[in-house]
Antibody, heavy 120, light 110 residues
């Protein structure tokens, strides 16, 4: 059973860079799935941030594309999110997720989520 | 891309059936069969309940079903139980290599 676990700082200063890592266990990150980041501001809905394939191909939410990079480290079975120039509006629970099967952006496997607060 | 439109809240009594709608446009819900639904209890990660419009992952109760007509997808929960009280989100593949969620619907079991 695939399991995902987010890790990273829980507090980031405004204008700084948010960096999170998702560690995958029970499966290979080199398998034929897209690996995504999704976030949820407190009390609000889900927002898809972007995704990466094991080849390094990426897709991003147009509203965040200018500030987001996603990378993959096959040797560690991890993928990472970097978001620059953060503001209080980026305060959210950040989830990493994997497709249920290889099509359609339907996420069947989720990490438990990690709260990131943007504050000085 | 715009979020898919869901009602903010729905409610029902135990044993009843409820339906949650998810309205998109022709380039998302209307064009693709990759519509999924997620259940989220407070403080927990989302859980996939329906994929490919009307398929259930293993372990999901058959009280949950999905359908689609035109640009609107629907999630129906039959035989409501107290444990079904949660937030529900729809999602659809769209044609520009991005993902989109609905705004979410809070289900209250009376």
């Amino acid at each position: 059973q695939v399991q995902l676990q987010e890790s990273g700082p829980g507090l980031v200063k405004p204008s700084g860079t948010l960096s999170l890592t998702c560690t995958v266990s029970g499966g290979s990150i080199s398998s034929s799935y897209w690996w995504s980041w999704v976030r949820q501001p407190p009390g609000k809905g889900l927002e898809w941030i972007g995704e990466i394939y094991h080849t390094g191909s990426t897709n991003f939410n147009p509203s965040l594309k200018s500030r987001v990079t996603i990378s993959i480290d096959k040797s560690k079975n991890q993928f990472s999110l970097n978001m620059s120039s953060v503001t209080a509006a980026d305060t959210a629970v950040y989830y990493c997720a994997r497709e249920y099967y290889s099509n359609g952006r339907q996420w069947g496997y989720w990490g438990q989520g990690t709260l990131v607060i943007v504050s000085s | 891309q715009s979020a898919l439109t869901q009602p903010a809240s729905v409610s029902g009594s135990p044993g009843q059936s409820i339906t949650i709608s998810c309205t998109g446009i022709s380039s998302d819900v209307g064009d693709y069969s990759y519509v999924s639904w997620y259940q989220q209890h407070p403080g927990k990660a989302p859980k996939l309940m329906i994929y490919d419009v009307n398929s259930r992952p293993s372990g999901v109760s058959n009280r949950f079903s999905g359908s689609k007509s035109g640009n609107t997808a629907s999630l129906t929960i039959s035989g409501l139980q107290a444990e079904d009280e949660a937030n529900y989100y729809c999602s659809s593949y769209i044609n520009s290599n991005t993902g989109v969620f609905g705004g979410g619907t809070k289900l209250t079991v009376l």
